[in-house]
């Protein structure tokens, strides 16, 4: 929902641009390190929204910054999170970003395969250093959510499986630079049901005890991200139930004491806080349709054309809503699905009005291309 000053505002400004509400951002900040308590360290996922102003605060709350490039390990040490916070994942490392996150002494790699504990055990002996390693397991429970953002199954590339084990401690034995100090689960993103991290709990139990047995008693366990949000209800779901979220490890996660638990969380953190503001460039009337053509498209925000994400869409400059008609909302660009919504809901709609595109904070700017040889799309605070 936006204030009348803040409508006012827009209008002066150039369209499409990204919103951020710090202000709501700084909510969400409390209210997760709050449900988190003491006992839960969470890192947050710069690859939903890496922005040097949405991550000032993020380190003013204290969280880590769990990665997955060079670069974002660079971004994140630029912005103030302290090195020992910073996690580096990611299938393909290469060998410049192992080098980097090495010289600079970051917490931990999550890492995915035996060949790549090769490598970073190779780079780090050359630099004399020992790396801190958690493996990346692949523990195989069913995220329910879109195929495409689902990590946490045997036919994902992600993660080490469990039949692989005993040769990673058998390699590890041998590897004189890595020192293996905790163990990695990610099972996807976006997941609306709970009962999903209670599993990947019940599986984490499990492999625990298997590493344990086998002597290995690591600092800590990685729970990963993946909090879903309410898309369909942006301002009445603007912050998460992260209490319900840590009550399912409160209840179900058993570990020793000594050893800590962290998460990754990036959606759930950042995604409510951002719009994409856009104006309506034509209206266009076909034969069952009504088109109603924005100036931003799949460029500015690819979700709904790659996962057929639902993001809310108001028209923010008609407040008269006594009369609506049904929108097929779409983007400038050459490709049929450049569609942000089909039969939308709005108030009839002229060219110049304001459109609003909700939840974007998460994975919008952050994927956003130049392809058309787009402007690219501005952050405004
Ligand atoms: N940790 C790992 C290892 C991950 O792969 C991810 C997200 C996260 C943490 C953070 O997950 P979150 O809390 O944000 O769900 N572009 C897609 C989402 C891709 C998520 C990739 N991994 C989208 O727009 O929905």
Same mark, same amino acid.
């Given at each position: 929902?936006?204030s009348?000053?803040?409508k006012e505002?827009?209008?002066?400004?150039?369209?499409?641009?990204?919103?951020?509400?710090l202000?709501l951002?700084?909510?969400?900040l409390?209210?997760v390190?709050?449900?988190a308590g003491s006992?839960?360290?969470v890192?947050y996922?710069?690859k939903a929204?890496?922005h040097p102003?949405?991550?000032?605060?993020?380190?003013?709350?204290g969280?880590g910054a769990?990665?997955?490039?060079?670069?974002?390990?660079?971004r994140a040490?630029?912005?103030?999170?302290?090195?020992e916070k910073?996690v580096?994942?990611g299938?393909g490392k290469s060998?410049?970003e192992?080098?980097?996150?090495?010289d600079?002494?970051?917490?931990?790699?999550?890492?995915?395969?035996?060949?790549?504990?090769?490598v970073?055990?190779l780079?780090?002996?050359s630099?004399?250093?020992?790396?801190h390693i958690?493996?990346r397991?692949n523990?195989?429970?069913?995220?329910?959510?879109?195929?495409?953002?689902t990590?946490g199954?045997?036919?994902?590339?992600f993660?080490?499986?469990?039949y692989?084990f005993d040769?990673v401690?058998?390699?590890?034995?041998?590897?004189?630079?890595?020192?293996?100090i905790?163990?990695h689960?990610?099972i996807?993103?976006q997941?609306q049901?709970?009962?999903?991290?209670?599993?990947?709990?019940?599986?984490?139990?499990?492999?625990?005890?298997?590493?344990?047995?086998?002597?290995?008693?690591?600092?800590?366990?990685?729970?990963?991200g993946?909090?879903?949000?309410?898309?369909?209800?942006?301002?009445?779901?603007a912050?998460?139930d992260?209490?319900? &979220?840590?009550s399912?490890?409160? $209840?179900?996660?058993? #570990?020793?004491?000594?050893? !800590?638990?962290? @998460?990754?969380l990036?959606?759930?953190?950042?995604a409510?806080c951002g719009?994409?503001?856009?104006?309506?460039l034509?209206?266009?009337?076909?034969?069952?349709?009504?088109f109603a053509?924005l100036?931003?498209?799949m460029?500015?925000?690819?979700r709904?054309?790659?996962?057929?994400?639902?993001?809310?869409i108001?028209?923010?400059?008609?407040?008269d809503?006594?009369?609506?008609?049904?929108?097929?909302v779409?983007?400038?660009i050459?490709?049929?699905s450049?569609?942000?919504?089909?039969a939308?809901?709005l108030p009839?709609?002229k060219?110049g009005?304001?459109?609003?595109i909700?939840s974007?904070g998460a &994975?919008g700017?952050?994927m956003s $291309?130049r392809y058309n #040889?787009?402007e690219?799309? !501005?952050?405004? @605070?």
């Amino acid at each position: 929902m936006f204030s009348l000053q803040q409508k006012e505002y827009f209008k002066s400004l150039e369209t499409p641009f990204y919103y951020y509400d710090l202000e709501l951002l700084k909510n969400t900040l409390l209210a997760v390190k709050q449900a988190a308590g003491s006992a839960y360290h969470v890192h947050y996922a710069l690859k939903a929204n890496a922005h040097p102003t949405l991550l000032a605060p993020i380190v003013e709350a204290g969280l880590g910054a769990d990665c997955v490039s060079g670069n974002e390990v660079k971004r994140a040490l630029e912005c103030g999170f302290t090195h020992e916070k910073i996690v580096f994942a990611g299938v393909g490392k290469s060998d410049k970003e192992i080098a980097y996150a090495l010289d600079h002494d970051i917490f931990c790699f999550n890492v995915e395969s035996i060949p790549e504990l090769e490598v970073i055990d190779l780079i780090a002996a050359s630099k004399n250093k020992k790396a801190h390693i958690a493996l990346r397991i692949n523990p195989n429970v069913d995220a329910h959510t879109h195929k495409y953002i689902t990590t946490g199954l045997e036919e994902n590339k992600f993660g080490i499986n469990p039949y692989e084990f005993d040769q990673v401690l058998d390699k590890l034995g041998s590897l004189k630079n890595c020192r293996l100090i905790g163990l990695h689960f990610h099972i996807g993103s976006q997941i609306q049901d709970l009962n999903a991290f209670k599993n990947l709990c019940l599986r984490v139990n499990e492999i625990n005890q298997w590493f344990i047995h086998k002597g290995y008693l690591l600092d800590h366990i990685n729970l990963g991200g993946g909090l879903g949000i309410n898309y369909q209800e942006p301002d009445t779901a603007a912050i998460v139930d992260f209490e319900s &979220y840590f009550s399912i490890f409160r $209840n179900f996660l058993q #570990l020793p004491l000594q050893q !800590q638990v962290h @998460f990754e969380l990036g959606r759930s953190i950042s995604a409510q806080c951002g719009s994409l503001i856009s104006r309506v460039l034509y209206i266009k009337h076909g034969i069952n349709t009504h088109f109603a053509i924005l100036d931003a498209g799949m460029t500015e925000l690819i979700r709904p054309a790659l996962y057929q994400a639902y993001h809310k869409i108001e028209n923010i400059s008609q407040s008269d809503s006594s009369l609506t008609m049904r929108y097929d909302v779409v983007g400038p660009i050459c490709e049929s699905s450049d569609c942000f919504g089909k039969a939308v809901e709005l108030p009839e709609t002229k060219r110049g009005d304001l459109i609003a595109i909700r939840s974007a904070g998460a &994975y919008g700017e952050v994927m956003s $291309n130049r392809y058309n #040889l787009r402007e690219g799309v !501005q952050s405004v @605070f």
